[in-house]
């Protein structure tokens, strides 16, 4: 990771010491019935980030930012301007038009847990799947530092009202200037900030929903090229959707582990059939292999409904 990267991802700086304080974990919520095809396939399914199944919260990380850049100040606008040169008029025209770029991201969830919440999970997020899903959560123990654009890259979603993300922007400014000639020696500089907007964009939500903790893993092709990925298209929710399947044996971390070395354990959600899920999933382990991941089941009620 170099001081640009630090500069310009400050608040995934921040957020990964704090995840690594806490010796949290990134845990993913699915069905059984997905966690299964997961684990047989070894891949991810990676969706587009405009058919998230709440459309808006794009659409609120899309509005702040783009806002804060079409009223940009007189200060705000001669650091950009000085920073980018004779790039800036295309960078502008870039952010303006950046619904193109959207369409090119793809997007998958994770929530920030610590080890207690690991063993349990959390009601709301299983009561997001219901109990006929008999949901799953996927625990994975990772190094987050990471070098961005070698790899898909994992952000914190940060839970912003308008005035806050101001402020945050303004903050953002203000060390662009005082970092200004570490910034001018980055050759990729414009490549690098087109990555910061689209990440911004797609991780920031509204503060309603800060309970959540998530991160995301986005991916965007047009910046760079991500070894592990292919492109493929399912018919899930009744119609085709573009999807990237991100394999669970691309290394991920810097000690040359993939995803699937990275996966701790599995837990159970409540559920009546959870010593039947959990005696199919230790059979499963074994034929495929999987003997390093337990098995854990959520001690939570059963009931999932409202």
């Not at 690594?20 to 845990?27: A, K, P």
Request: one cysteine or more; a neutral charge; glycine letters at 4%.
């Amino acid at each position: 990771m170099t001081k640009v990267d630090q500069i310009l991802f400050k608040v995934f700086f921040d957020r990964v010491n704090r995840f690594n304080y806490h010796n949290s974990r990134l845990v993913h919520y699915t069905s059984s019935k997905n966690a299964f095809s997961i684990l047989k396939n070894k891949e991810f399914w990676m969706g587009l980030a405009r058919n998230m199944p709440d459309s808006s919260e794009i659409m609120w990380g899309y509005d702040l930012v783009k806002t804060s850049f079409t009223h940009l100040n007189e200060r705000s606008e001669n650091v950009f301007k000085k920073l980018l040169g004779n790039e800036y008029h295309q960078f502008m025209w870039w952010l303006f038009n950046i619904q193109s770029s959207l369409n090119e991201t793809y997007v998958l969830c994770f929530a920030e847990h610590m080890l207690e919440e690991v063993n349990s999970g959390v009601l709301p997020m299983w009561r997001s799947y219901g109990k006929d899903d008999y949901p799953v959560t996927l625990n994975f123990n990772v190094n987050l530092y990471q070098p961005i654009g070698s790899l898909p890259y994992i952000t914190p979603v940060e839970y912003l009202d308008r005035s806050e993300f101001n402020l945050k922007f303004a903050e953002l400014v203000n060390n662009f200037e005082i970092e200004f000639k570490e910034l001018k020696k980055e050759n990729n500089l414009f490549l690098k900030l087109q990555h910061m907007v689209v990440a911004a964009i797609v991780s920031l939500k509204h503060p309603s929903y800060s309970s959540e903790k998530e991160w995301r893993m986005i991916v965007n092709q047009s910046f760079y090229n991500f070894d592990g990925i292919t492109r493929g298209i399912n018919a899930l929710g009744g119609h085709p959707k573009q999807i990237i399947k991100f394999s669970l044996r691309q290394k991920v971390d810097s000690h040359g582990k993939s995803a699937l070395d990275l996966l701790e354990s599995i837990t159970l959600g409540p559920s009546n059939k959870q010593n039947i899920i959990k005696n199919s999933f230790e059979q499963f382990f074994c034929d495929i292999d999987l003997l390093h991941c337990n098995i854990k089941c959520s001690d939570l009620p059963e009931r999932l409904d409202y």
